[in-house]
T-cell receptor
Framework: GAGVSQTPSNKVTEKGKYVELRCDPI?????LYWYRQSLGQGPEFLIY????????DSGLPNDRFFAVRPEGSVSTLKIQRTERGDSAVYLC????????????FGPGTRLTVT | GNSVTQMEGPVTLSEEAFLTINCTYT??????LFWYVQYPGEGLQLLLK?????DKGSNKGFEATYRKETTSFHLEKGSVQVSDSAVYFC?????????????FGTGTRLQVTL
């Protein structure tokens, strides 16, 4: 079956612009996560959705970052007034149920802020 | 807070050599431990997991044992292949709270040559 998909695969934007990154989780997966992976680092947690609500947004670095999942499926990560330090690969993962161990990761969106 | 420390790479081995990638962790409670692998051009994939002390996770010839006394989860393989060339991430998940988010190490790049 289809895995987690993310669009776009690459995004180049100018400093100060607004960007949206999309995640399509595996159908039926209730939990959805966003992580950010900077060059040479492991992924860092940003936000977790269980259904439509953000159950934990403690990883969002500041109020320029926001994410939604209005219908409990597709999620969008929104970054306002982008800065060069936001350049990273943004990963999305989904998990079938709260009790399941495995998170299934998408291929990521590489964001470059110039 | 939770953290994962892995040996720095890159690790370069000849085919059929023995592999060890060290991983130690700091966590509150009793975490579940994971190894994820990222092959070139692909997304993160779960390689193996262990959910309690003394458990051994294994997959594709790789093994790791959850050692509570040394807070370690070292990855081993008896005979590596060129196709094992990838970046390996150690991760933990605490089993308290609602997020069940993953905390990753910085990753270890493995390069296997003929």
């Amino acid at each position: 079956g289809a895995g987690v998909s993310q669009t776009p695969s690459n995004k180049v934007t100018e400093k100060g612009k607004y960007v949206e990154l999309r995640c399509d989780p595996i159908s039926g997966h209730t939990a959805l996560y966003w992580y950010r992976q900077s060059l040479g680092q492991g992924p860092e947690f940003l936000i977790y959705f269980q259904g439509t609500g953000a159950a934990d947004d403690s990883g969002l670095p500041n109020d320029r970052f926001f994410a939604v999942r209005p219908e409990g499926s597709v999620s969008t990560l929104k970054i306002q007034r982008t800065e060069r330090g936001d350049s990273a690969v943004y990963l999305c993962a989904s998990r079938p149920t709260p009790g399941a161990y495995e998170q299934y990761f998408g291929p990521g969106t590489r964001l470059t802020v110039t | 807070g939770n953290s994962v420390t892995q040996m720095e790479g890159p690790v370069t081995l000849s085919e059929e050599a023995f592999l060890t990638i060290n991983c130690t962790y700091t966590a509150t409670g009793y975490p579940s431990l994971f190894w994820y692998v990222q092959y070139p051009g692909e997304g993160l994939q779960l390689l193996l997991k262990a959910t309690k002390a003394d458990d051994k996770g294994s997959n594709k010839g790789f093994e790791a044992t959850y050692r509570k006394e040394t807070t370690s989860f070292h990855l081993e393989k008896g005979s590596v292949q060129v196709s094992d060339s990838a970046v390996y991430f150690c991760a933990l998940r605490t089993n308290t709270g609602t997020a069940s988010k993953l905390t990753f190490g910085t990753g270890t790049r493995l390069q296997v040559t003929l």
